[in-house]
């Protein structure tokens, strides 16, 4: 499904844009289209995108929820010195 989209952009540059589309047989909006299937195709989702390594380490730590450093700090610091 096509939908309408509304950009504001400099006079000299839509000229030039035009120019290059009409230089590969294709249209200013297939051209766009393009860019911005091939730039939102490398946004990384969530896990599936991380590598092999990350993912067998994804989850092995559990680390604490609430983090107090200073009190975390001083803790480990009486412990070393008493």
Known sequence: MNTKLTLS??????????EFAKQRN?????????YLGG???????DEENL???TKKLAGILKGKKDIDIK????????????
């Open 71 to 82: 009190n975390d700090i001083a803790h480990f610091l009486e412990k070393k010195y008493k």
């Open 51 to 53: 590598p092999p390594v």
């Open 26 to 34: 294709k249209s200013l909006s297939k051209l766009i289209e393009d």
């Open 9 to 18: 952009l400099d006079d000299k540059i839509i000229k030039r844009a035009k």
């Open 39 to 45: 730039i939102s195709s490398k946004i990384p989702s």
